[in-house]
């Protein structure tokens, strides 16, 4: 699978990067999902500030990407 993949892959992003109505529609949608990761670490963040959670949590807004380290452990286990 890796030194040869299925093409199926290559053929969907052929056929959204070379339309000009499927590229605008997933930049769209792209632009949409970047905004929610964002404003769910801020939020997150905020409550986080608001328990008096112990630590310095600007790491969770400052991170990129669609994946990110929080570093909560056991401190928030009830």
């Known amino acids: 699978m890796y030194s040869s993949p299925p093409m199926h892959g290559a053929l969907i ?39 008096k959670t112990s630590g310095n949590w600007d790491h969770v807004v400052n991170q990129i990407g669609m994946f990110s380290y929080t570093g909560i452990n056991g401190i928030l286990k009830k």
């Not at 605008?24 to 997150?44: F, G, M, N, T």
């Open 13 to 51: 992003v052929n056929r959204v990067l070379t339309s000009p109505e499927n590229f605008k529609k997933w930049s769209d949608e792209l632009a949409a999902v970047s905004k929610r990761i964002i404003e769910i670490r801020k939020a997150l963040k905020n409550k986080l500030i608001e328990l």
